[in-house]
T-cell receptor, first 112, second 115 residues
């Protein structure tokens, strides 16, 4: 089955700096890679996703890149703001079942 | 669009009792719903997948007789934790998928505390 590794586990940046979170996956059949933001005591919120036929996707300050050959994908947040502070999870959809397999999570702290 | 609700948001129950958690898709029909469990500072662990009108598929290690899942309609799935024990205390999150093959919308979660 699919296995997703996420790094770093914690990330602290100054407001205005960029933040990068990286994930690797094992199942070459995986074709969908969402990123979720989870605030304390709340459910995960989808912030961006990418499918395997695309190498990069942007939405304002957020971008995701995918390298299918290397089986890794990354989340890039530019011009970080304190409200970006949260736990971020990457996930990969298993090729045969469509089930989401989550990474371990990254706690992002943006210092004002 | 694509809103998923859960009820209750928090529940405290005594050991040995059963608790039901509801998950509803408010503005779309959910052909598939998923139930996850999340311990503090950990990732989401998939417990089971439920399709409307059929039996749920449980992940390895999840007791199907303890965690009863019912997906009676295209907008409602329920998770019942039977004979709850303190170790069942956790954050339970549901998600729903519409007719597309991938992509899930998550509910706000239910904090279960068993005393």
């Amino acid at each position: 089955g699919e296995n997703v590794e996420q790094h770093p586990s914690t990330l602290s940046v100054q407001e205005g700096d960029s933040a990068v979170i990286k994930c690797t996956y094992s199942d070459s059949a995986s074709n969908y890679f969402p990123w979720y933001k989870q605030e304390l005591g709340k459910g995960p919120q989808l912030i961006i996703d990418i499918r395997s036929n695309v190498g990069e996707k942007k939405d304002q300050r957020i971008a995701v890149t995918l390298n299918k050959t290397a089986k890794h994908f990354s989340l890039h947040i530019t011009e970080t703001q304190p409200e970006d502070s949260a736990v971020y999870f990457c996930a990969a959809a298993e090729g045969d079942t469509g089930k989401l397999i989550f990474g371990q999570g990254t706690t992002l702290q943006v210092k004002p | 669009g694509a809103v998923v609700s859960q009820h209750p948001s928090r529940v405290i129950c005594k050991s040995g009792t059963s608790v039901k958690i509801e998950c509803r898709s408010l503005d779309f029909q959910a052909t598939t719903m998923f139930w996850y469990r999340q311990f503090p500072k950990q990732s989401l662990m998939l417990m089971a997948t439920s399709n409307e009108g059929s039996k749920a598929t449980y992940e390895q290690g999840v007791e199907k007789d303890k965690f009863l899942i019912n997906h009676a309609s295209l907008t409602l799935s329920t998770l019942t934790v039977t004979s709850a024990h303190p170790e069942d205390s956790s954050f339970y999150i549901c998600s729903a998928r519409d007719g597309r093959p991938v992509g899930q919308y998550f509910g706000p979660g239910t904090r279960l505390t068993v005393t």
